[in-house]
């Protein structure tokens, strides 16, 4: 019998009243600070009084360092960060960048002016270097509270649309599974407590937590149980082609994220059939990603219905909350039928995005 623990909540959930900062060390936001650190040397470069090409190649050597350090440190200091408060943590990486700054700016001073200046060290540059990287650096942070604020608010807000999704189970398919249960009580007691025990499956998993991630194994399972209540009442109409490889242990999903769509592939790809249909059901791992495709025939209905539409937009705002880029949720015809294709990241530890 499938278990539908918690799981702890991921990094990118994290409590808003503590400090988190964006993965700095990723390829897309070293290549973003690199960018706004050359544009902020040529803002310096023409707010002196001197322009030149010297100038311009020294302004950009010292903001880039200082940029890459910085970025280098927090990305490095980002757990121990995130288990301070708010204002804590704050605090202790615009400490971090004014330390950083300080330490290019002593050894540019050596490098550069101390073959002019002599042993001693000149230091009004230095503070001048400190109080635009203070002020920068207070930008950049109520930046990140601000969209810390925001991606706080948008969690909250779609933990409540997917809380309302999971609460409700379709009122037809309740009052299905009912009356199965009804007319297999007297002829066939043993499929009638089967299909309670699925029910009740359905139902446990429908009240858990919204954010909680399952092994691939345990929704998979899930899955079979809801097509084997659904096989009672369509009967013949109903084929399923279940074709799985070996799931990986490491592979987790958002609880309820495949049933709903084989819920949608039986309700607008059989149920509109007289003669009903096949349903299949692939999963194959591809590198450090598992896919899982399930494609139903294609319907005269004239469009996929409001519903169906609602589920796969929550599916996708709840891996992108979860998972980031790395997960997709794509759909589409294809060959003659509908084909919904979920690729999921192999967990490595790293938890969820940032």
Not at 194 to 223: I, K, Q, W
Request: proline residues 6%; glycine residues 6%; negative net charge.
């Amino acid at each position: 019998m499938a278990k539908y623990n918690s799981q702890p909540e991921p990094s990118g959930a994290a409590s808003a009243d503590h400090f988190t900062l964006p993965d700095l060390c990723t390829a897309p936001a070293i290549s973003l600070v690199v960018l706004v650190a050359e544009l902020l040397a040529l803002v310096l470069l023409f707010a002196g009084a001197e322009i030149s090409w010297v100038r311009l190649a020294l302004l950009s050597l010292f903001v880039q360092w200082v940029a890459l350090l910085s970025a280098g440190a927090l990305c490095a200091s980002r757990r121990a960060l995130a288990r301070l408060p708010l204002a804590g943590g704050a605090m202790a990486a615009f400490a971090l960048v004014l330390a950083v700054t300080f330490a290019v700016g002593l050894a540019a001073d050596r490098v550069v002016a101390g073959a002019i200046t002599g042993p001693s060290v000149d230091w009004w540059p230095i503070l001048r270097q400190l109080v635009i990287a203070s002020i920068i650096t207070a930008l950049v942070l109520r930046y990140f509270y601000v969209q810390q604020q925001l991606r706080a608010q948008e969690q909250s807000e779609l933990r409540a649309r997917i809380q309302a999704l999971q609460s409700r189970i379709r009122p037809h398919f309740l009052f299905n599974s009912m009356n199965i249960i009804a007319s297999l009580i007297e002829t066939d007691p043993q499929t009638a407590e089967s299909v309670v025990e699925d029910l009740s499956e359905l139902f446990r998993a429908s009240l858990n937590d919204a954010g909680n991630l399952v092994p691939l194994a345990d929704e998979l399972a899930l899955c079979e149980r809801y097509a084997r209540i659904e096989s009672l009442r369509l009967g013949d109409r109903l084929t399923l082609d279940w074709s799985l490889a070996p799931v990986p242990g490491n592979a987790r999903v958002p609880l309820l994220t495949l049933q709903p769509l084989l819920e949608n592939a039986i309700y607008h790809g059989i149920q509109p059939l007289p003669e009903g249909g096949r349903i299949g059901v692939r999963l194959w791992t591809d590198g450090d990603r598992v896919k899982v495709e399930i494609d139903n025939p294609l319907t005269p209905e004239p469009a996929r219905s409001d519903g169906n539409r609602m589920a796969l937009a929550n599916i996708r705002s709840r891996l992108a909350v979860l998972f980031g880029v790395r997960a997709e949720l794509e759909t589409g015809p294809r060959d003659g039928r509908f084909v919904t294709t979920l690729t999921l990241p192999l967990d490595d530890g790293a938890g969820a995005a940032g």
